[in-house]
């Protein structure tokens, strides 16, 4: 693996969570998270890319980190609504020419002390003709259900399929892709607020994201015990030879975002060929188990994982985060040259 950086970008404290997708003309965009000071300060960040990933140039900050003072259970409190986690879409078919392209993305408010996911967070789109824009107002599109009263989302996520996701605290961790013409979007759910169960579930849209319908589970917990791991999250979606396919981050326990020990490390990534999109199922051996078409460790000191990918991006392979303490920049891109196989 390489380490990349993204020429005139300044964001102090580096970059992590890679979304790419490729345009008509070959030209390579990337969505990305800008960590920046003070510390925590997070916005969304676009690049775009000439050679084919191998290289790439800053373009523009697409939602920028910013201080608020909002209502949090009745209390008016003061922190900074945050903008991280994004996937980028380019719907070439979309009828509507302004929204052509789309951004989704994690935000929330942090209060300096907690991250008010439950009550306080969402995800997130902005759409526009092109991806330098211009951009649409943020839409609150998919909300949790136990989000405050103040916001409306345009859909309660849960309710698309009240047996399987009514348990879903939030929903973060959004990768998309248009297969087929249709648009399909995976997330993660957290079902415990202590962090011991993880899914990744998949909906998708036949109308270019008017409506949307719930597809199903992609992976849970009991799927990542053969890995090593506890648990599947930062799930992106994409395509091999033509065929669709998840890439995955498998948790373990291993160094932490502040380099300690912690149980739920993120440990590199893992593709996986779907048996069938449209239900969900992805490829299993003769047990049941996941089988993997690609493993990618990375750096096994590190806390590493949340890939970027696209089959176009010749130039740099799967992109993958990475965080390392000991280097000044310690949010880092770095490019696998591998797709896939």
Known sequence: MTRFLVAGDDAAHGIFDFSITYDSNGVGWMAYSGLET???????RLARSDDKGASWTFVQVLNAASNDTVDVGGVPTAGQWRHEISTIVNDPMDPDPSRRWKLYWHEYFYDGVDSHYLTHGWLAARYAPAPTGPWSAREILFGPPLLESQFSPTLELNTLAPSILS???FHIEPGAMVYDNDLYFAFWCLT?????????????????????????????????????????????????????????????TGPGLGGVEVVSSYAGCMAVRFADLNAATLERNGSGELQP???????????????????????GGIVMSQFNLDDPIFFQGWNTHRLVQ
Request: glycine share 10%.
């Open 192 to 252: 415990s607020a202590n962090h011991e169960e993880f899914r990744t579930e998949l909906i998708k849209s036949e109308n270019h994201g008017d409506t949307w319908s719930f597809v199903g589970e992609m992976t849970s917990s009991a799927d990542a015990l053969p890995f090593s791991a506890l648990n599947f999250t930062a799930p992106s979606l994409g395509t091999y030879q033509g065929d669709p396919i998840l890439i995955i981050t498998p948790q373990r």
């Open 167 to 169: 348990d879903c605290l």
């Open 293 to 315: 078409l690609a493993i990618l460790e990375g750096d096994e000191t590190l806390f590493r994982g949340a890939c970027g990918y696209h089959e176009e991006n010749t130039g």
């Open 38 to 44: 003070p510390i925590g300060t997070i916005s969304l």
